[in-house]
C-alpha cells in the first residue's frame, strides 16, 4: 500500500516537459516535491498565479502570496499574477494542461464527487467543477477504500457530482487505474506487494483486467 | 481629476443599509478589505448578503460578521475552514449558495462588463445545473449562469490614487479588479494612498472609472491561514 507521499510520486511520472499544471489541495500539492528537475513545467495556482514556487523560508513570508490551499508560497523567475476570472479564463479555455485533484468517490464512467457530504460536510466545490469541466487530462489521487474498508471506485458515485465522464486516471494506495472509454477501471499497475485479487476485491465498479499487471515503479 | 477620497472606513460604508447586496473581495483572508470590515461591526445592520470567494474564519474576516448575525445569504465558492458558518448552514440559520469558483468570478465579471448572461462547462450534471437552461455547442454541453452585481463592492488594494486607480499586490488580487468593476457603489481600501499622477499608468491594474470612494487603511492584520515553511 502506498503513503500519501508514494502516491504523489507516482503522479509525479505522469508530468510531461512543457506542460502547465493545476494541483489540487491535499496529495496533489504534494506532486510538486517529485516533479524531475529536467522538466520545465509551470504551476498554476487558481487564486491569481502561473509560477508557484517552494514554500517560502521564515524571512521570505509574505500574507499577499498563497496557494489554492492558502499555504504561503514563492514564485519561480518568470510568474504572473492575474484575477480570478483571468486565472478561469484560462482554466476553461483549455490551456491548463493538466490537472491532479483528490476524490471522495470515483465512478467507471469517469464521475468524480468531492465536493460535499450531504448533511455533514459542506466545504463548497472551490474550482474543482471548473477545472474538471475543462481540463484534457484529469488524474485524480485518492484512496482506494474509505477508513471502514468501503471501496471509493464505484459503479455510480454516490454523493454529489463535481463533473461528469473527466477522470482519465487515478492513482489510489493500491494501483494504477485508466477509465475506459466504454465505461470500468483498467488496471495498468498494483502497488507494491498488494496483489490483483486484493484491487479486485476493493473495487466496486467494473475492474478490466488486461494481461500481466506489473507493480509500479517510481523513477 | 475626480476626486475619490473619503476620511475612512467608516465614512465610506456609512450608507450600507439593512438587506444590501454586498460583494467582498479576498481569496480566503489573502486581499479581504480588512478595515470596512470592522466598520461594518460597529454598524446596527442586519439582513446583508455578501458575495465572497470565502467566508473568512471563525475569528476574522466575514467569520465576524457571521458570528454577529449580520448576514442573511452568503453567495461563495469554498467556505471550509469555519466553524461557524458550517453551524448557521446545517441549522439553517445562514442562506448560502455555492457556486463553481470560476463561475462566481465570471458572473462577477459579466456584472460589471454588462453581459447578462453567458454559458459555462463548469457544473453540468451536477446539483449545480438544476432549473438552469442546458445548451450544447459543439457537441458539448453548457450552463447558462447570469451576470452578478451588487450595491456596494467593498475591495482592497495595495497602492491607490485620489482618482480611484488601483493596484494590487500578490495573489491578494484575485477577486478584488472584477468585484470593482460590478458594484453600483465600490469602496476601495488601500495600505498606500497617493495623489493622482503618482501612480504609472502602465502599472494600475483597476481604472479609477469603477471605484466612487477611496480611503487609505490603518493597521493590517493580514492574518495567515496557513502559514506553511519549507524545511
Redesign the interface.
Known sequence: MLNKEQIAQRIAKEVQNGQYINLGIGIPTLVANYIPKNLDVVLQSENGLLGIGPFPKESEVDPDLINAGKQTITMVPGSVLFNSAESFAMIRGGHVHLTILGAMEVSENGDIANWKIPGKMVKGMGGAMDLVASAENIIVAMQHCSKDGQSKLLPECTLPITGIRCVKKIVSDLAVLEISPEGGFILKERAPGVSVEEIQTKTAGKLIIDGPVPEMSFN | MINKTVSGAKEAVADIPNNAFLMMGG?????IPENCISALLEKDIKGLTIVS?NAGVDDFGIGLLLKKRMVKKMI??????NAEF?RQ??SGELE?E?I???????R??AGGAGIPAFF?????????AEGKEIREFDGKLYLMERWLKADFAIVKA?KGDTAGNLI???????????MAAAGKITIAEVEELVPAGALDPNEI?TPGIYVQRIFQGENYE?????????K
Open positions: 481569496f480566503g483572508l489573502s486581499g470567494n461563495s465558492s469554498y467556505v471550509g475552514e458550517e448552514l446545517l448560502v455555492l463553481p469558483q470560476g463561475t462566481l468570478a465570471e462577477v465579471r459555462t462547462p463548469a457544473g453540468v450534471g451536477t446539483e449545480v495595495w494590487f499586490k500578490g495573489t491578494a488580487r484575485n477577486f478584488n479588479p472584477i491594474h493580514k492574518r495567515i491561514e496557513q502559514r506553511t515553511i519549507s
